[in-house]
């Protein structure tokens, strides 16, 4: 089944939402192939450099 998460750019540009989707994943059993990702316009436009570095990690994790 698929899953689908809103995410807010604060949460792209704070923290390490990387490592806070990974346990979440474990935690939970989701495989990362059934995660979709939704972030809004405006959030891709916040710190692009960093939010595209952080897509790409994600995208490379599955």
Do not use: F
Not at 1 to 22: R, T
Not at 47 to 61: D, G, I, K, P
Request: hydrophobic share 40%; proline share 2%.
């Amino acid at each position: 089944m698929e899953v689908a998460v809103n995410l807010s750019g604060h949460q792209l540009i704070e923290g390490d939402l990387i490592a806070d989707m990974a346990c979440t994943l474990a935690r939970t059993g989701v495989e990362p192939n059934w995660l979709e990702v939704e972030l809004t316009e405006g959030s891709l436009m916040e710190n692009t450099q960093h939010t595209t570095a952080s897509l790409q990690r994600l995208y490379a994790r599955g």
